[in-house]
């Protein structure tokens, strides 16, 4: 079975400061993980994947997360947080493509 | 450009009462389509997928249905709500490996 989990469902950082937001996953096999945004009432944007290429991956925004096996983690980091970062945070896995499975989310609050 | 289209964006249903949600995906042929629900601080559920016209998988056996009458419309339905279907109901197509969301659907079951 495949699943991620998602370590602090609340994160807080000053304006400036590094994001990292944790995510570990359970999987048989090398699974393809995302890292997905949500802001208030809307969908969800992709962030970022990991597809079994360069195990750091950068994505949007400034965000970049980094695949490791050994640790089966995939947290997502940002250098300098912006007022604008302040948003719901879903990691996320697949192994078929057809099914995707996300974690219960981390919601980043950014201090000013 | 694919686009991919929700409505209605809030609904306020009363225990009871039937739910039909409409997702249209525009700019791609032949997606995969996602139902989800998000309940408050639960993360996503998967609801339904569907790879296909008339191929629908089912995740979770509760009192909702999807349908997907056309290659880009994807239909979620219920005869009768509960109060527990209350939540934030999101539309995704993927092709390959990456699913793309729809804006959601607000669902308040009062």
Known sequence: ?112 | SQTIHQWPATLVQPVGSPLSLECTVEGTSNPNLYWYRQAAGRGLQLLFYSVGIGQISSEVPQNLSASRPQDRQFILSSKKLLLSDSGFYLCAWGQRDEQYFGPGTRLTVT
């Open chain 1, 1 to 112: 079975a495949q699943s991620v989990t998602q370590l602090g469902s609340h994160v807080s950082v000053s304006e400036g400061a590094l994001v990292l937001l944790r995510c570990n996953y359970s999987s048989s096999v090398p699974p393809y993980l995302f890292w997905y945004v949500q802001y208030p009432n809307q969908g969800l944007q992709l962030l970022l994947k990991y597809t079994s290429a360069a195990t750091l991956v950068k994505g949007i925004n400034g965000f970049e997360a980094e695949f490791k096996k050994s640790e089966t983690s995939f947290h997502l980091t940002k250098p300098s947080a912006h007022m604008s970062d302040a948003a719901e945070y879903f990691c996320a896995v697949t192994r078929n493509g057809n099914q995707f499975y996300f974690g219960t989310g981390t919601s980043l609050t950014v201090i000013p």
